[in-house]
């Protein structure tokens, strides 16, 4: 992959030298690119008026050979987590488009459960056994898939964007010198490359940004849980499993003595149903009548971040880019203008209907059904009218 610069259209204009953000390219009697320097952003080819700079892209070429797409399953008291096979769901899909395999492989105490992830899309299945290893001992994890991907080459490794995945990840890319792109939001096959087209919230939050990891192998990728549907289980597929013996992976300066899995208070995550409030609410006082709604509905009830910047509701109701990521059947959003942060949160929802007095907020633009109206008033009319069902 690199840059080509066709020197019988080249009237060395420098408008390419000039649209270069990082100096990579010169001017004199022809124009030179310091390879040190090129990024490979693009930016020349978009800027040269005579079409005379082209990005060329080889990279579907140096994927022979490798071992496909493997996802790194975290296990919770000897099971694989949801999230896990989520992404193996996905892996399915781009590995159709790729023509090439999916790896499941499993660091940790756990063993046997190769069905499932095989039913979810994964073609072969490595358990690497270490008895002693705890669920959220992130130095082991790292520590037994670093050798495997060096030895067995794969072009893909993708992790959960849980606190175990956003831990070891980046140790395993940095020991393997590549690149690796943290809570993505989306990932898709480009179709020129065959590279892993990786898309994030960047700058902010304010745009979505697609990173392509063309020079380096594996391409890696953390993905929030919940960003993909879970699978349907298929019961005709087939695959095979390998058990290696990771022995013990203690011996790194200290000790887990215990651990204990986190409860939050909110759990939105799993939720099917989802009231989400936002600031159109208006004050905490309405919000406890979202709240007295969602119990009448048996759902749960999501926030907006300025809810919890005034402190309004607790950090683990917060749907968005830094909050939490949901995939309810159902999402009434109450008062949400729908900004991209927030949208970053919920694109797993299948059913969106947005209350909003402004007919043109972004939020209507995801939402199947808009209803406009206040929505103060309409959780008053839905929470009087359950309550007139229950009575009957
Ligand atoms: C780095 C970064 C990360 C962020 N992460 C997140 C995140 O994870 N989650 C998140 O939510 N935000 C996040 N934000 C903030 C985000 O940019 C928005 O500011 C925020 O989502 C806006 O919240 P809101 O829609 O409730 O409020 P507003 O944007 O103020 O919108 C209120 C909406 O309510 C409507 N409305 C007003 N009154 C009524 C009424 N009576 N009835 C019906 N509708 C009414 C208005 O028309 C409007 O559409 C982040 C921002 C940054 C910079």
């Known amino acids: 992959m690199g840059i080509k610069i066709d020197r019988d259209k080249c ?3 420098e408008a390419c030298v000039a649209s270069c953000p990082n100096g990579a390219l010169s001017s004199g009697d022809e124009i030179c690119i310091d390879e040190e320097k090129c990024i490979l952003c693009g930016a020349c080819v978009n800027n040269c008026p005579m ?28 099971r694989p987590i949801p999230a896990a096979l989520e992404l193996i769901h996905k892996a399915r899909e781009l590995a159709d488009i790729k023509k090439c395999t999916v790896t499941a492989v499993c660091p940790g105490k756990g063993s046997g459960f190769e069905k499932e992830l095989i039913e979810a899309g994964a073609d072969e299945v490595i358990f690497c056994i270490s008895e002693n290893m705890a669920d959220s001992d992130d130095d ?18 993708l992790f959960s964007a849980t606190i175990l995945g956003r831990s070891a990840a980046p140790r395993i890319a940095a020991k393997l010198g590549t690149g690796l792109t943290a809570d993505c939001t989306a990932l898709s096959i480009e179709p020129d490359t065959g590279l892993l087209a990786q898309t994030r919230p960047a700058l902010g939050g304010n745009l979505m940004a697609t990173i392509l990891c063309p020079g380096t192998r594996p391409q890696m990728a953390t993905i929030r849980p919940g960003i993909f549907p879970a699978p349907f289980p298929d019961e005709t597929r087939t695959g095979k499993a390998e058990y290696l013996r990771a022995g013990d992976t203690t011996g790194r300066g200290f000790e887990i003595i215990s651990a204990e899995a986190k409860k939050e208070s909110g759990g939105i995550s799993d939720a099917e149903v ?22 009448l509905m048996g759902a749960k009830v999501g926030v907006s971040r ?10 683990p109701h917060q749907v ?3 909050g939490a990521t949901v995939a309810p059947k159902l999402l009434i959003s109450l008062g949400v203008s729908g900004a991209i ?11 969106v209907v947005a209350v909003n007095t402004d007919e043109a907020a972004p939020i209507t633009r995801q939402a199947d059904h808009v209803i406009h109206m ?9 929470t009087r009218s359950f309550k007139e069902r229950k009575e009957l």
Not at 140 to 157: C, D, G, Q, S
């Open 140 to 157: 082991a994890y790292a520590r037994i898939l670093i050798p495997l991907i060096k030895e067995r080459n794969p072009e893909t490794v």
């Open 320 to 322: 968005g880019q830094t």
């Open 341 to 351: 942060q927030h949208l970053a949160g919920m694109g797993g929802a299948k059913t």
């Open 11 to 13: 009237v060395l204009c």
């Open 306 to 315: 300025p809810l919890i910047d005034m402190g309004w509701a607790e950090y």
């Open 374 to 382: 206040d929505c103060v008033e309409f959780v008053d009319e839905l």
């Open 274 to 295: 989802l009231l989400v409030a936002g600031r159109g609410i208006g004050s905490a006082r309405n919000l406890k009548k979202v709240f007295e709604l969602a119990e």
């Open 51 to 78: 079409e005379a700079i082209t990005l060329e892209k080889e990279q579907a070429a140096a994927d022979e050979g490798s071992s496909g797409i493997w996802v790194a399953v975290q296990q919770q008291d000897g």
